[in-house]
């Protein structure tokens, strides 16, 4: 019919925005994917290089393997110079620290940093897009500063030509003449920059090819302008430096003389002077304590100090004392370093070879490992003693060892109790240590050697008092056969003992220059023990040594008698009874080797009070 409007579609206008939606929605779903392939990928990209050595879908693993080949391979033939006027030092890139593994890891960060950006990056490179990263340098590479370092030497070596010169002890100027100064941190930059362009043409170009780079340095030069005196300052100043041992390639490094100077006094000198004149001001130099002349002739010369003591019990005993002996031997101790006996000998254990043997514990002795190592620990304080060392850290025994005088010995335990003493002289010095047999003997000796130029030497002298004589105990053992006593031969009777030890130090003519006091120790008491059988009674009840003669005992009950002044009985017929397989670890017979018998005698002690109000070390403390 004319005129008849056709129905409009129900959402005919719908349509275009649909299929929109629908192609956005796919490609943010190819995006998305894109992304997530690229941050699940372990690859590093493609076309990616570090310094010009193309890593691309490698490991980070693959990669730093890639990078330290082509160091090693090529490193010797990439050279990289420093050069000012007719001056040049060099160094080549295998003498730089290079960090392959970070270099690596940089590489694979690339596109691997934001999850959004990571596709794109990767379909970039996948397409032809490249990237490169530097070679990882530490801030401070060792070669490069060395570099630097004679670099700045050399061109102050040439200071004719800066305006001034150091003569001597002095530093002279002229007005008006050229003032040169080198801006090194600028050129520390530069250089670091120039070194990454020269390893890149290095290592990604040929591999037989020899590749080369010279940086030319330039400086500030001013003729009538006021010179840079901080500048100037900068290139004269040269910080004092000891000559040392290094411990690992046992050489010794050179030294350094201080040079330094008043700035403002320079300052004030140039602008008082007419253009022309020369001025003059002092340097203040510093020679070093020790120099490389020095230390190369007087290293180790000089026997410092000595002990020897004779080491006796078990085999096992004689075994571990041996051990940490040899722990300690050949230590050395530059100048301020302390010794730790613990850090050096570390623990004693199974698995280091030591054994078990006689220790004291709670006041008693019983086996354990490393048994006998206090004695190592004690013959190196004696030697101590014999210098002039600064004693850091000392304890004494719970009873009197017998191998050194009471209190010249030193118990150590892990973790706890150390022996310590301080190189407090100005050269290294040196611990030798050895084990030896004489006369079917046991000795343990140490020497320390140093540098002894003063003549310098210390004798020890101890004095004892407050001695407590072993009483006797008595202790029930229902496996003691009746009418027997049985001497305990693993509890050894002790003397209770205090001491003050006292270091007298001479100079080489003899003359006593000081008097140290090395501290107090006391030893304690412990009785001669005897075993009964508790069906005999107790033998301190006993009428006139005869077992039974007194009340018995309930043997549940007691508990060791300390008769105090009770004399230990003649057994008559009651002979004690010694079990024998016990062989007793008593080193009180033993007396110490002293080297120093040439030495002038020394005034006697006066005994302190027996309150000297400092505290013995806890006897519930293990010792070797």
């Known amino acids: 019919m004319k005129g008849q409007r056709e129905a409009k579609q129900e959402g005919g206008n719908r349509r275009p925005w649909i299929i929109a939606g629908a192609v956005v929605g796919v490609l943010a779903a190819a995006y998305i994917g894109t992304c997530a392939w690229a941050s699940a990928r372990s690859a590093i990209l493609p076309n990616v290089s570090v310094a010009g050595i193309d890593v691309s879908n490698m490991t980070v693993e693959q990669a730093q393997n890639a990078i330290e080949s082509a160091v090693e391979q090529r490193g010797g033939q990439i050279s990289f110079a420093l050069s000012y006027e007719d001056i040049q030092e060099s160094l080549t890139a295998d003498q730089l620290a290079i960090d392959s593994a970070r270099s690596a890891q940089d590489a694979w960060d690339i596109g691997h940093g934001n999850f959004f950006a990571g596709g794109p990056q990767l379909v970039g490179h996948m397409l032809g897009m490249s990237s490169e990263a530097p070679l990882a340098l530490p801030e401070d590479d060792p070669a490069l500063l060395a570099l630097m370092d004679r670099m700045e030497q050399a061109v102050n070596a040439a200071a004719g030509d800066h305006g001034y010169q150091v003569e001597g002890d002095k530093l002279v100027m002229t007005k008006g003449a050229p003032v040169v100064t080198v801006d090194w941190e600028a050129a520390k930059a530069q250089a670091r920059e120039s070194l990454q362009s020269t390893l890149k043409d290095g290592l990604g170009g040929p591999e037989d090819g020899v590749t080369g780079n010279n940086l030319i340095l330039f400086a500030s030069q001013g003729e009538v302008e ?79 100090g000595e002990g020897t003591t004779q080491v006796s019990g078990s085999a096992n005993r004689k075994h571990n004392v041996k051990l940490s002996a040899e722990a300690c031997n050949e230590k050395i101790l530059l100048p301020g370093e302390e010794f730790s006996y613990n850090t050096t000998t570390g623990s004693r254990t199974a698995s280091k070879g030591y054994k078990n043997a006689p220790i004291y514990q709670q006041g008693q002795s019983v086996d354990d490992i490393g048994g006998g190592i206090c004695q190592t620990s004690s013959t190196i304080y004696y030697a101590v003693l014999h210098t002039n060392l600064e004693v850091v850290e000392r304890h004494c025994h719970q009873f009197n060892t017998g191998y050194v005088d009471p209190g010249m010995d030193a118990t150590v335990f892990y973790g706890s109790l150390d022996f310590r003493f301080k190189n407090s002289t100005d050269y290294p010095v040196k611990i030798v240590t050895s084990s030896y047999d004489s006369n079917g003997n046991r000795y343990l000796n140490v020497k320390i050697y140093g540098t002894n130029t003063e003549g310098v030497y210390a004798v020890p002298k101890s004095s004892t008092f407050d001695r407590v004589t072993p009483t006797v105990a008595y202790v029930a053992d229902p496996g003691v056969p009746q009418g027997t006593l049985v001497k305990d031969r693993q509890q050894n009777a002790y003397t209770g003992i205090s001491a003050r030890t006292y270091r007298y130090v001479y100079d080489r003519d003899g003359n006593e220059i000081a008097k140290q006091d090395m501290g107090p120790s006391k030893y304690k008491m412990r009785p001669t023990t005897y075993h009964y059988n508790p069906a005999d009674g107790d033998p301190s009840t006993w009428v006139n040594g005869q077992p039974g003669s007194g009340t018995a005992t309930d043997p549940g009950t007691t508990t060791p008698v300390d008769p105090g002044t009770t004399t230990p009985v003649d057994p008559g017929t009651t002979t004690p009874v010694d079990p024998g397989t016990t062989t007793p670890v008593d080193p009180g017979t033993t007396a110490p080797v002293d080297p120093d018998t040439t030495q002038p005698p020394v005034d006697p002690v006066a005994p302190p009070p027996s309150d000297s109000g400092i505290s013995p070390i806890d006897p519930s403390q293990i010792a070797g």
């Open 226 to 304: 006021e010179p840079d005196f901080e500048a100037i300052r900068r290139e004269v100043y040269t910080e004092p430096k000891d000559a040392s041992l290094d411990l690992e390639s046992m050489e010794i490094t050179d030294h350094a003389v201080g040079l330094d100077f008043d700035v403002q006094q320079l300052k004030t000198a140039y602008q008082n002077a007419k253009s022309g004149e020369t001025v003059t001001i002092p340097l203040t130099v510093t020679q070093p304590k020790v120099t490389k002349e020095d230390l190369g002739g007087q290293l180790f010369k000089d026997l410092l």
